[in-house]
C-alpha cells in the first residue's frame, strides 16, 4: 500500500514537472514571438529611418552636384577671375613647351641597342 | 439537494456557455471568413494606402562629365484650409516672407473652400525647413522634381527643356526622352493612428527606376568660348541672328552649336519663341559662295579640271541664258584654284557647266543637301534641293555661287568636313553615350560614315585651294589663325525678300584646322549684319579667327609654325 503511494507521488511530480516544463515552453515560445515580433518592427522602423536619411543625402547630393556644376562652368570662372582681378589668362603658345612622345617603335630600337651595347653605352646616350 | 437538480443546473450553464462560445464562434467565422474580404479591404482604406514614388530623370553631362541638367527635388507647400481657417491672418503672415507671396494672396488660400489647397510649388530644402520649424497647423509638404540647368543659357537650343509633367519638349530633353524618363514605382503601405507608416507591414514595394544619364560630345568650354565669341559679334555687327557650330571633322561629333537669339533653360518660357529655335538646324538659307567648294571638289573629283586650268571670267559680267552673271570683283582668266580662293561666281559657273547638269545634282545629293544629316535632335529640316527636273536653264549656273538652293548650317559644315575628312561624310554626333546611374554604359554612339563622297586625292587638292582663302590674295585674310594652318571659304549670300533679292545679306565662313590633318572645323554664320559690313571675310572671318585660335589652345592642337616668346617660357 505504501508503496502504492509511493509511486503515485512520483507520479504526480512528474506530470508537475512535465506540466510546469510545457508551461515554461508555452511562456517562452510566447514571449519570443512578441520579442521577434517586436524586433520585425524595431527593424522597419529602422530601415524607414535610414529610407529616409538615404533618400534626403540623395536630394542633397543633386543640389550639390548642381551648385558645383555651377561653380564650375566656364561663365561663372571668367566672372570671378573679373571679378577678384586674378589675371588669369590660358598660356599663349610661345609660353608652352611641348614634349615629344616616343613611338612603340622608337621603343622597340631603344631596347634592341641597349641590348646590343649593354647598359653602360645606353645610359651615356640617354 | 438531489442529483437531478445539480445535474439540471450543470446543464444550464453547460448549455448557456456552450451557446455563448457558439456566438463567439459563429461571430469568429462570420468575421475571419465570410466577411473577411469585405473587413480587409475597409482596414486597407482606412490604414493602408499605396504610395508611388516617382524616379528622378536623368542628368544631360557635356563631353567630359559636367552637368548641364539635372534633376532636383523640391517641395510643394499645401495646406489644409479646414484646418488653417482660424488661424489665417496669423499663419499668412509668417509664411509670406518665406515663400515670397502676398500675405493677403495666402490668407484668401488658407480661408478656401475644400480640404487641400497648394500654397507655392518648387519651394527648396532650406525654406521647407524653416516653414517646418513654424509648425503651422494644417500645412504641409509635398515632394516634386524639378529640372535644373545649371549652366543656364549654355547650348540651351541643344540641351532642350522639360514641360510641366517633367517631359522633355526641346533638344536631348525631348529626343532621348525615353532613356532620361525614370520610371515611377510604388509602396502598399500601412499606417499607424497618427498616420506613420508601419514599415514592418509593407506589403508590396517596387521601387522606382531612375532615368539614365545622357553624355553629349558638346564640351562646355568650347561651347563657352563659341557663345561669348557670338555674343561679342552681335554687339559689333548688329545681325538679325548668327550661328557657331564647332565639330571634329573625322569623327563628325559637334563640341559646340550655339545660335543667337538664345534663352534661358531655367525659365524658358519668359523667352520669345523665335529665341528657342535652334537656328543651326531649323533655318536654311542659300549659302552663297560656301557652296563652290562642294562643285569645284566634284569636279576635281571627276577630273572634269585641274586646279592648274583655266577659264576666262569675263571681266566680271557673263552672259548665259539671256541673263548676265556677275562677280563681285572683275577677274579675267583665272585657274580653277584661283576660282575657289578669290570665289569668282563665273569662273565656278563655267566649271559647273564643263561638268554638267546631271553631275552637277548627284554632287549635291551626295554631299548631303536637300535631306536631314540624321543629327540626333529634334526640328531638322532638309533644306531644298531641286529635283534636276525642276532645274531651268540658267541653275547650272547659278546653283555653283549658292542660289536657287537652300541649306542649314549644318549641313554646310558636314559638307565641307567632308572635304577636310578625305573626301569622307559623317553623320553628325551630338549623343555620346547613354549611361545608368551606376556608370554603367547602355549605349555608345560612334562615328558613323554616310558616304566617301569624293576622293582623298580630290579632298588635298581642294584644301590646297582652300588654304589661299585665308591669305592675303584669299577673300579672308581675316580668318587667318597665328601658327595655324587653316583651309576655310567666306560666303556672302543676299537674303530673299517677297520672291526678290534685296540688300540684306547672310554672311558666313567655314573652316577647318590645321587643313592638313583637320582636327576641328568651324562654321560662323550672321545673318543680316546691319553695322561693320556685311561680307563673310569681313564679318564671319574674325569671329572663326577668335573662336579658332582659343579652341585650338584649349585642345592642345600643336602649331603648324612655332614661334618662341623668349622669357616667357617657364
Same mark, same amino acid.
Given at each position: ?126 | ?265 531655367? *525659365? ?30 566634284? *569636279? ?81 529640316? *532638309? ?53 545608368? =546611374? ?37 577673300? *579672308? ?75 585650338? =589652345? ?17
Amino acid at each position: 500500500m505504501l508503496q502504492r503511494n509511493r509511486k503515485r507521488g512520483s507520479l504526480q511530480v512528474g506530470v508537475i514537472a512535465k506540466s510546469l516544463l510545457a508551461c515554461v515552453y508555452i511562456a517562452l515560445a510566447g514571449l519570443g514571438y512578441v520579442w521577434n515580433k517586436n524586433q520585425v518592427y524595431r527593424l522597419g522602423d529602422e530601415i524607414k529611418k535610414r529610407e529616409a536619411s538615404l533618400g534626403s543625402l540623395e536630394k542633397r547630393n543633386a543640389m550639390l552636384a548642381a551648385q558645383l556644376a555651377q561653380l564650375k562652368s566656364p561663365a561663372y570662372l571668367e566672372a570671378r577671375n573679373q571679378q577678384y582681378n586674378l589675371g588669369l589668362v590660358p598660356p599663349r603658345e610661345g609660353q608652352t613647351v611641348r614634349l615629344w612622345e616616343p613611338t612603340p617603335a622608337w621603343d622597340a630600337q631603344f631596347l634592341a641597342r641597349r641590348t646590343a651595347g649593354g647598359t653602360k653605352n645606353v645610359v651615356a646616350q640617354r | 439537494m438531489s442529483f437531478s437538480s445539480q445535474h439540471r443546473r450543470a446543464l444550464i450553464v453547460a448549455t448557456v456557455m456552450g451557446l455563448g462560445f457558439s456566438a463567439l464562434s459563429f461571430r469568429l467565422v462570420q468575421l475571419q471568413v465570410l466577411d473577411s474580404q469585405e473587413l480587409r479591404a475597409e482596414v486597407r482604406k482606412i490604414h493602408g494606402q499605396v504610395v508611388h514614388r516617382q524616379g528622378r530623370r536623368g542628368a544631360i553631362l557635356d563631353v567630359n562629365g559636367n552637368l548641364l541638367a539635372n534633376s532636383q527635388s523640391v517641395n510643394i507647400v499645401t495646406a489644409d484650409p479646414s484646418l488653417t481657417q482660424t488661424q489665417a491672418t496669423e499663419s499668412a503672415r509668417k509664411l509670406a516672407p518665406l515663400l515670397q507671396m502676398d500675405e493677403a494672396d495666402l490668407v484668401a488660400r488658407l480661408t478656401r473652400e475644400g480640404r487641400y489647397v497648394r500654397l507655392k510649388q518648387r519651394v527648396d530644402g532650406e525654406t521647407a525647413q524653416q516653414i517646418r520649424a513654424l509648425k503651422l497647423k494644417g500645412v504641409f509638404f509635398e515632394d516634386q522634381y524639378a529640372r535644373s540647368y545649371p549652366a543656364g543659357t549654355l547650348a540651351s537650343h541643344v540641351v532642350g527643356f522639360v514641360d510641366g509633367q517633367h517631359r522633355g519638349v526641346q533638344g536631348i530633353e525631348a529626343v532621348m526622352e525615353n532613356y532620361l524618363q525614370g520610371r515611377s514605382g510604388y509602396e502598399i503601405v500601412e499606417r499607424d493612428r497618427k498616420g506613420r507608416e508601419i514599415r514592418a507591414l509593407r506589403n508590396e514595394a517596387i521601387g522606382p527606376r531612375d532615368g539614365y544619364n545622357v553624355t553629349l560630345t558638346v564640351d562646355q568650354v568650347i561651347q563657352h568660348i563659341a557663345e561669348v565669341e557670338l555674343d561679342k559679334a552681335m554687339a559689333q555687327f548688329r545681325p538679325h541672328g548668327a550661328m557657331i557650330i564647332v565639330s571634329r571633322p573625322k569623327t563628325g561629333e559637334i563640341l559646340a552649336m550655339s545660335s543667337r537669339p538664345t534663352f534661358d533653360l531655367n *525659365a524658358p518660357g519668359d523667352a520669345v519663341p523665335d529665341a528657342r529655335r535652334n537656328r543651326c538646324i531649323s533655318d536654311v538659307a542659300e549659302p552663297g559662295s560656301t557652296f563652290k567648294v562642294a562643285i569645284i571638289a566634284a *569636279a576635281l573629283n571627276d577630273g572634269k579640271v585641274t586646279l592648274n586650268e583655266r577659264f576666262d571670267c569675263e571681266n566680271g559680267a557673263f552672259v548665259y541664258a539671256g541673263r548676265a552673271l556677275h562677280d563681285s570683283h572683275p577677274y579675267g582668266v583665272l585657274s580653277v584654284d584661283e576660282i575657289l580662293y578669290r570665289s569668282s561666281n563665273i569662273g565656278s559657273a563655267k566649271v559647273a557647266l564643263r561638268m554638267g547638269s546631271a553631275e552637277v545634282h548627284r554632287y549635291i545629293r551626295a554631299f548631303g543637301f536637300g535631306r536631314r544629316t540624321g543629327i540626333a535632335l529634334p526640328g531638322e529640316v *532638309a533644306g531644298i534641293a531641286h529635283p534636276l527636273a525642276r532645274w531651268t536653264k540658267l541653275s547650272i549656273t547659278r546653283i555653283p555661287m549658292g542660289h536657287e538652293i537652300a541649306v542649314t548650317p549644318l549641313q554646310m559644315l558636314m559638307a565641307m568636313n567632308t572635304v577636310a575628312n578625305g573626301g569622307r561624310l559623317m553623320r553628325p554626333l551630338v549623343v555620346k553615350s547613354v549611361t545608368d =546611374q551606376q556608370g554603367a554604359s547602355v549605349l555608345e554612339y560612334g562615328p558613323q560614315l554616310v558616304a566617301q563622297v569624293i576622293s582623298p586625292r580630290a579632298s588635298i587638292l581642294t584644301t590646297s585651294s582652300l588654304r589661299k582663302v585665308v591669305t592675303s590674295e584669299g577673300t *579672308a585674310p581675316r580668318a587667318a589663325v597665328k601658327n595655324y594652318d587653316v583651309a576655310g571659304k567666306t560666303g556672302t549670300a543676299q537674303k530673299i525678300e517677297n520672291g526678290q533679292y534685296v540688300r540684306r545679306y547672310y554672311s558666313s565662313f567655314i573652316g577647318y584646322l590645321p587643313a592638313s590633318d583637320p582636327e576641328i572645323s568651324i562654321l560662323v554664320t550672321l545673318d543680316d549684319p546691319s553695322m561693320g559690313g556685311y561680307y563673310g571675310g569681313t564679318v564671319a572671318g574674325p569671329v572663326f579667327r577668335a573662336v579658332a585660335e582659343k579652341v585650338a =589652345q584649349y585642345l592642345g592642337i600643336a602649331p603648324q609654325i612655332v614661334e618662341s616668346e623668349p622669357g616667357n617660357v617657364s
